[in-house]
């Protein structure tokens, strides 16, 4: 196989990687609950809703937060979404998003600086926590909406 052939499969691996399917918000209730919801609400193919701040939006999904959790859900996965504010607010794919491999499903994101590719991808989020991760815990990242190849670590 050719070097272009071999770089192009590769790319086609890169691309078609499987993002996890949507992780429900942990059962936390409101301490106020008569008070009406200010969050952006998304409603689910099967009806069901999901009340959430949607803080990011990439080329698959969008990153909601909700009393402090994160989560990534792919489009797929929203029939619609009712706005807060009546539509959707402009900027949300200037961040960048980290999913990593784990069971959780933990999403980061913010801005990603200071990369050594192979070694490590650095991101510090809106509120000046910097997270460092290894490419080995990297299921896919996406930098100003846009998805990046799996990190691939260098041989040493």
Known sequence: ???????????????AVLLPAYRPFANVQTVCPNCPEKSDKLILPDGKTQLGDVIA????GYVVSRFGELRFIQFPE?????W?????PVGLENDDQILLKNKDQTVLNGTLFENEPGKRMSMRN?????YVVLPKEVLVYYQRGVRK???LTVPQ
Do not use: C, H, W, Y
């Not at 196989?1 to 691309?15: D, E, G, I, K, P």
């Not at 939006?57 to 698959?60: G, P, T, Y």
């Not at 929203?78 to 009712?82: D, E, G, P, R």
């Open 1 to 15: 196989m050719t070097r272009n052939r071999l770089s192009f499969f590769v790319m086609l691996l890169a691309a």
């Open 57 to 60: 939006k990439n080329q698959d």
């Open 78 to 82: 929203i029939a619609k979404v009712q």
């Open 84 to 88: 807060a504010a009546g539509k959707e």
């Open 126 to 130: 809106r509120k000046g926590v910097v």
């Open 149 to 151: 190849a799996p990190v």
